[in-house]
């Protein structure tokens, strides 16, 4: 069994349940314990694409952007821009936004400061 586990890529211990409950309950009730629990995804590999590809390119800026994404081009309903943050969070996508800016910053006046401040 320590030769095994490695194999399919689980732990020893994980294994030896999976064993024991072959030998006191047979294959069929091993195999129920194995299937996945929940409802299916409904992003599929295309449309998932399609979302990374637009955020890219910088048409989001909000869950809510990606929702309304996926409901006009895939089909796809979310009850709100929160009820991706799974999804997300399964592929490790994080957003990445750059810093806020005041409304009265002016781009010519802090490069000037920048240049005669002292470093």
């Not at 399609?50 to 390119?57: D, E, I, N, V």
């Amino acid at each position: 069994m320590k030769d095994c586990a490695p194999l399919v890529g689980y732990s020893l211990v994980q294994f030896i349940r999976w064993w024991e409950r072959y030998r006191t309950e047979g294959l069929q009730e091993l195999v129920k314990q194995l299937k996945p629990v929940g409802q299916p995804g409904k992003v599929k590999a295309e449309a998932w694409e399609g979302l990374m590809a637009a955020m890219r390119k910088g048409d989001m800026a909000t869950m809510e952007d990606a929702r309304d994404y996926l409901e006009r081009e895939w089909g796809i309903y979310y009850k709100n821009g929160k009820s991706l943050w799974w999804l997300f969070k399964k592929h490790r996508v994080k957003w990445k936004t750059g810093r806020r800016r005041h409304k009265k910053a002016n781009a010519e006046h802090q490069a000037a400061f920048q240049k005669t401040s002292e470093a």
